[in-house]
């Protein structure tokens, strides 16, 4: 099934092969290069699930660990230099929501790398020793991260405002949790979900979309999976309070910075309409937070923020949040800026407003462009089960009245303020 | 796909396959301080206000009714040259109701001309860089890499750091600015990179905005470090990894015949996943997640970096030395040269679907005035040897070492 979309000159064909793998090819002709992106809906979120009655908990970075190794080589076949000599990159990742393997290449014969994708993420080949040694690996990466001051600033915020929910962990999960995996805990996660049923691969290249689904095809024909299962994720209630409504902790920095944020509870199961809140809160706050607002210019001048500050927003089928960023020492000034700015009277913005629009709407158009937005975006929604065009309609339908309130509705909501410091100035 | 037409110091690229025209202007002056420092407070403040658009609001209309233009400004280092970039970046013609192309080069000629220079805007920008700046610091790579670089390099442009330095920014007098930014248009001729799809767009008189009216004359920018002494040091960090950065000098010159061969070294030593250092020190042995070899091409020198346990330091610095002496020796796989050759040219045929690289690929050609033909190029590196790689490998000397010691 072909999908066009004329006033942006971009299309794309969707397949679903007889296992239940979804493909989609971006047919981008006067390109060079191809990208292949083969994700499933399986991330640092899911830690437990319900397969049928059975109910499975895994440890924390379980996701992430099996990204890990699938890497590993069956039968003495290195992956990554076997991706290497055919001329391609490979890499992977694990997000909240999904994990996601690709490769990119400039060459046009990309039978054999695709049969390499396929077959290296349907295999997967550990063994005890192999798990262990992964593990010294791990922790040096979540040693890394832990030491990037905005990261372990975002992490705390996260703490700071769930008390169940898996956004207050890290995708690698903690060096505790990854000591205590196990090779059976990637092999049963693996089983439950790398089921061809569950994953979906996204391409952009110039190549025809019948070739690649006629080389996918041709792949997966060869080969024959257990029956899948139907998984769902399971969560804890989340209390609509935060947990630490004030928190402060130090590091080796020289600026120190602060994080002021509101848990939000208007997120719905419909994630059209979740994408649209969120589109709202962004034309919001863009509004009345940036160099639209004249009042900004003031804040800069006054020292009352500085080059770092921002938001940041998200609105999803499981959670909501607001959160401003800065570098302010005086964390009562942050607060009432933001508070007594969330009273803004809109009645001047409307012109803004419409310009606003006008500015997402290039910025979507753009993202078009790069091979490897497109990808992941179109994964994403398909795994939300959005259309990837809803988001730029629902923009375009937003109209100045929807956002009047927004304001006023988060200054009731629970709100969340972490202050990094450095060394020396923690109390 | 792409009709170029470079006719410097204008480099015209016309396609329709972006979405998007770029217009990327950039101004080359002498690697050292205070010009590095004085081109970064321009960068900022170009990219903030103007005399014709005093405020940020106005700005930010302004930008929004030119179809969401994106303004942005920064700074680069390319060997004894320093490089203040200013462009921008709006829909092409075909996606908007109404012609606006000219103006959006206006927009930016105005904001290269005129920043808005006073007071109160230097000291903003003073402010901000030097928290920027104090960021960059705070990330234990980023500090190796500029702390190693400081002491190797003493009174040469590997010394200077690309984003200012927080003393000279602090004493830069608004004056003084301004004598720099009258300098650097009056005696500049930048380069001039427009790229997009140019149907209907009347070309004469985007070039007759865009023009400065200086002869273009082109600063030394690659040249060969060389080592006058060695350079090691530790400092105590309280973070939760040792970030161990070493430095040498590659006797190599970006115009060298021996260059391609010096990049090859590097991507089978520290860039790929089959690399030497990957596979022995994080593969074999798990001492660590990320470690990488780089490459400053204009300066001539290599680093290496990884993050680590403390406690492995010895040994991880002995194995990084016992790669370097499996490449000099020819002690590797046919493969693992090969493979790399792939790499690199996938990497320059990818080129052209990225716009910016593509426009960086251009500014090198048209700055450095080497040749940089692709299909010369990509031959260029399947010509390259095993003996080719051992005799860069020899010549290649560790000058310098930065050890962050963290709690692990």
Not at chain 2, 243 to 267: G, K, P, S
Not at chain 2, 386 to 407: H, N
């Amino acid at each position: 099934m072909r999908k066009t979309f004329k006033d942006i000159n971009e299309h794309y064909d969707v397949f679903e092969l007889e296992n239940g793998l979804k493909l989609y090819v971006i047919q981008k002709v006067d390109y060079q290069s191809s990208v292949f992106y083969l994700g499933f809906p399986f991330g640092s979120f899911d830690l437990t699930q319900k397969v049928n009655e059975e109910i499975k908990h895994f440890p924390s970075g379980v996701a992430h660990f099996l990204e890990h190794k699938l890497f590993e080589n069956p039968g003495g076949i290195d992956i990554m230099q076997s991706f290497s000599h055919l001329s391609c990159n490979v890499n992977a990742f694990t997000s909240y929501n999904e994990t996601v393997y690709y490769f990119n290449s400039s060459k046009k014969s990309l039978q054999k790398p695709l049969n390499l994708l396929l077959n290296f993420v349907q295999n997967l080949s550990i063994t005890e020793a192999s798990v262990e040694k992964e593990k010294g690996i791990i922790t040096q990466e979540l040693r890394m991260y832990k030491q990037m001051p905005e990261q372990r600033l975002m992490a705390e915020t996260y703490q700071s405002l769930y008390a169940n929910h898996p956004v207050r962990l890290d995708i690698g999960g903690t060096e505790e949790s990854v000591n205590a995996t196990g090779m059976e805990d990637l092999m049963d996660a693996y089983r439950l979900n790398y089921h061809p049923a569950n994953s979906t691969l996204v391409c952009v290249t110039p190549l025809a979309p019948e070739l690649i689904f006629r080389w996918v095809k041709l792949n997966q024909d060869q080969k024959s999976f257990e029956p899948s299962h139907e998984i769902k994720r399971v969560l804890e209630a989340e209390p609509k309070e935060v947990v630490r409504p004030f928190h402060q902790f130090e590091m080796d920095i020289q600026a120190s910075k602060i994080t002021y944020s509101f848990k939000l509870d208007d997120y719905s199961d419909d994630q059209k309409m979740n994408i649209e809140r969120e589109w709202q809160y962004r034309l919001f706050l863009e509004l009345i937070f940036s160099p639209t607002n004249p009042a900004y210019e003031d804040w800069m001048e006054t020292g009352r923020i500085a080059e770092y500050f921002g938001y940041e927003v998200e609105v999803n089928r499981e959670y909501g949040f607001v959160m401003f960023y800065g570098e302010n020492e005086d964390e009562h000034d942050f607060i009432d800026l933001i508070r007594s700015s969330l009273k803004t009277e809109l009645g001047a913005f409307q012109q803004a407003f419409d310009l606003l629009k006008r500015r997402y709407y290039a910025q979507m158009l753009r993202s078009f462009d790069d091979q490897d937005d497109y990808a992941i975006t179109l994964l994403r929604s398909h795994f939300n089960d959005v259309e990837m065009m809803d988001s730029i309609a629902l923009l375009k339908s937003i109209q100045f009245e929807d956002i009047l309130n927004i304001g006023e509705d988060l200054l009731n909501k629970p709100t969340a303020l972490v202050k990094m410091t450095g060394l020396s100035k923690l109390a | 796909m792409f009709k170029i037409k470079q006719d410097l110091p204008f480099n015209w690229i016309d396609t329709d396959k972006f979405k998007d025209m770029i217009i990327s202007i950039r101004f080359a002056v002498e690697n050292r301080e205070p010009n590095v420092s004085m081109s970064n407070i321009l960068s900022y403040m170009m990219s903030d206000r103007s005399e014709s658009y005093p405020s940020k609001q106005a700005m930010s209309n302004q930008m929004d009714a030119l179809f969401g233009l994106s303004l942005s400004s920064k700074t680069t280092t390319f060997g004894a040259a320093h490089v203040l970039e200013i462009r921008i970046r709006t829909l092409n013609e075909r996606y908007t109701d109404q012609p606006h192309i000219l103006k959006a080069a206006h927009f930016l000629m105005d904001c290269i001309r005129k920043p808005l220079m006073n007071e109160a805007s230097l000291s903003e920008a003073k402010k901000n860089l030097i928290a920027s700046l104090k960021r960059i610091q705070d990330k234990p790579s980023h500090l190796g890499i500029i702390k190693v670089c400081e002491g190797v390099g003493k009174d040469t442009p590997l010394a200077v750091f690309s984003q200012g330095n927080i003393e000279v920014i602090e004493s830069i007098q608004l004056d003084e600015l301004k004598a720099y930014h009258k300098q650097l248009l009056e005696q500049i001729q930048p380069m001039i990179l427009i790229m997009g799809d140019f149907k209907g767009l009347d070309q004469n008189e985007l070039q007759s905005q865009l023009s400065f009216n200086q002869t273009l004359s082109i600063l030394p920018s690659a040249y060969i470090f060389q080592p006058r002494h060695n350079f090691k040091a530790t400092i105590q960090k309280e973070t939760s990894q040792t970030t161990f950065t070493q430095l040498y000098a590659t006797h190599t010159a970006y115009n060298d015949a021996q260059y391609l061969a010096m990049r090859l070294y590097v991507i089978m030593l520290g860039q790929l996943p089959n690399s030497l250092l990957f596979q022995e020190i994080r593969e074999k042995r798990s001492l660590c997640y990320s470690i990488s070899a780089s490459s400053f091409n204009f300066d001539g020198v290599m680093a290496i970096q990884t993050g680590i346990n403390h406690k492995d330091l010895d040994e991880v610095e002995m194995l990084i030395e016992l790669q370097r002496i499996k490449l000099a020796k020819g002690k590797f796989s046919h493969a693992l040269l090969k493979t790399a050759q792939k790499m690199f040219i996938n990497g320059l045929e990818s080129m052209i679907d990225e716009p910016y690289a593509y426009l960086n690929f251009m500014y090198q050609r048209g700055y450095t005035q080497y040749d940089l033909d692709l299909k010369a190029t990509i031959k260029a590196i399947r010509n390259v040897s095993k003996s080719d790689i051992e005799a860069i490998a020899q010549k290649i000397e560790l000058v310098g070492q930065y050890t962050i010691r963290g709690k692990n």
